[in-house]
């Protein structure tokens, strides 16, 4: 079965500072690796996804993340972060059952 | 404007009172899915439907029910509420249940069940 481990429940940072959300998944076959964010009061939206390639992904809003399958992780980053990135951000796997499994989830807050 | 749309947004009710979440999406997508968030756990999904007629239990489908009588729509249905059942509640899309398939999410139902 698959699964998903999401390290940092809370992260509180700065304007400019530098983001990197933890995840790190279960599975033994060929995964498809997603990040979602949910900004307050909204619906999941897409930041990217990793389905085969280049394993440095580039999403949206400066945002990417790194498949690294010896460690089985997919770690989010972002230099810069802004007050406009205060938001809750699930990373999710789909293995080989099609049904995508979620993390937890991290709330990360921005301060100006 | 290709969405999901969920309907009732915001929906209080008492224990036991059947309830039904509509869930529509407009994309011609395949596979649907509910979810319910919850603080700390994430999302879990509670049932998918990979087309029509064809539905299956997530990982929490204990009292759910659900059904896909058409592409677009595919309603979740509480038969008999309790408050364990209060939560969010999200329908997402693809257009298949292949892997790397981007599923659109709803804007959320907020329940309470009292």
Known sequence: AQSVSQHNHHVILSEAASLELGCNYSYG?????????????QHLQLLLKYFSGDPLVKGIKGFEA?????????????PSVQWSDT??????????SYIPTFGRGTSLIVHP | ???VTQNPRYLITVTGKKLTVTCSQNMNHEYMSWYRQDPGLGLRQI??????EVTDKGDVPEG????RKEKRNFPLILESPSPNQTSLYFCASSLSRQ????????PGTRLLVL
């Not at chain 1, 060929?30 to 900004?39: D, I, K």
């Not at chain 1, 938001?87 to 080989?96: I, L, W």
């Not at chain 2, 892997?99 to 709803?106: A, D, K, V």
């Open chain 2, 99 to 106: 892997g790397g398939e981007t599923q659109y999410f709803g």
């Open chain 2, 1 to 3: 404007e290709a969405q």
């Open chain 2, 47 to 52: 049932y998918y439907s990979m087309n029509v």
């Open chain 1, 66 to 78: 790194e498949f690294i399958k010896s460690k089985f992780s997919f770690n989010l980053r972002k």
């Open chain 2, 64 to 67: 759910y029910k659900v059904s």
């Open chain 1, 87 to 96: 938001a809750e951000y699930f990373c999710a796997v789909r293995g080989g």
């Open chain 1, 29 to 41: 076959g060929t995964v498809n690796l997603f990040w979602y964010v949910q900004y307050p009061g």
